[in-house]
C-alpha cells in the first residue's frame, strides 16, 4: 500500500530563514507527487504538483519542490520565508492512473516569527 | 462560485443522530472525491465519483457511512448513527476529468465541513 511520511511535525523559523520539508513515499510504480498548503482559516491549496518531466518543479509564491526517485522523495524548499507562510503543509501522491485518490502524509506545520 | 464548496461548514450534532454533508463541486467537474482528516492527521480518502457513479468506496469505513451524487454534480455524505469517533473535519475535493482522462487531474478541494459528535 502507498504511504506518504513527512519527517517533521512542527518547524519553527524566523522571516529570511531557508525552509526544506522533507516528504517520502513509498510505492513502486509510477506516481503523481504534490504539495497542498493550508494557511490559518483557508482551505486546502495546491502549492505545487510533479506529474513527469524536469524534476524539479517550481509552484506559487517562490516555493520549489525537488523530485528524486531513487530516494522516493519530494522536499519541498523555499529559499527565503516570510510571515505570511505560515501554515500547514501536506505532501501527497497518487498512482498515475486517473481517478485515483491521494495518499497525505500528517503534515507539518510551519510557524515564521517576524 | 469559482470553488469548491461545502455545508454546512460546522455540524455539532449527539451521538447516534444522522448527518448530511454537502458537497457542490467546480461546475464541470467530472470526478469527486471526499476525504475524511482527524486532528493532527492528513486526510483520508473515503470514497470516489466518476460523475454519478460511485466507482471506489474502499475507503468508507464501515457501513454507517454512505454517499450519492446522483446526478453528477451535487454530492452528500451521510453518517448515519454518529458516534464520537466520527468527530473529524470532512474534505471534498473535484477534478475536471474523469476515468477516461488524464493521470494528470489535478484535485480542488473545498473548505470542508467540521463534524463533532458529542
Known amino acids: 500500500a502507498q504511504s506518504v511520511s513527512q519527517h517533521n511535525h512542527h518547524v519553527i523559523l524566523s522571516e529570511a530563514a531557508s525552509l526544506e520539508l522533507g516528504c517520502n513515499y513509498s510505492y513502486g510504480g509510477t506516481v503523481n507527487l504534490f504539495w497542498y498548503v493550508q494557511y490559518p482559516g483557508q482551505h486546502l491549496q495546491l502549492l505545487l504538483k510533479y506529474f513527469s518531466g524536469d524534476p524539479l518543479v517550481k509552484g506559487i509564491k517562490g516555493f520549489e519542490a525537488e523530485f528524486i526517485k531513487s530516494k522516493f522523495s519530494f522536499n519541498l524548499r523555499k529559499p527565503s520565508v516570510q510571515w505570511s507562510d505560515t501554515a500547514e503543509y501536506f505532501c501527497a501522491v497518487s498512482r498515475n492512473q486517473a481517478g485515483t485518490a491521494l495518499i497525505f502524509g500528517k503534515g507539518t506545520t510551519l510557524s515564521v516569527s517576524s | 462560485g469559482a470553488g469548491v464548496s461545502q455545508s454546512p461548514r460546522y455540524k455539532v450534532t449527539k451521538r447516534g443522530q444522522d448527518v448530511a454533508l454537502r458537497c457542490d463541486p467546480i461546475?464541470?467537474?467530472?470526478?469527486l472525491y471526499w476525504y475524511r482528516q482527524a486532528l493532527g492527521q492528513g486526510p483520508e480518502f473515503l470514497t470516489y465519483f466518476n460523475y454519478e457513479a460511485q466507482q471506489d468506496k474502499s475507503g468508507l469505513p464501515n457501513d454507517r457511512f454512505s454517499a450519492e451524487r446522483p446526478e453528477g454534480s451535487i454530492s452528500t455524505l451521510t453518517i448515519q448513527r454518529t458516534e464520537q469517533r466520527d468527530s473529524a473535519m470532512y474534505r471534498c475535493?473535484?477534478?475536471?476529468?474523469?476515468?477516461?482522462?488524464?493521470?494528470?487531474?489535478?484535485?480542488?478541494f473545498g473548505p470542508g465541513t467540521r463534524l463533532t459528535v458529542l
Open positions: 461546475s464541470g467537474h467530472v470526478s
Open positions: 475535493a473535484s477534478s475536471l476529468l474523469g476515468l477516461a482522462g488524464l493521470s494528470t487531474d489535478t484535485q480542488y
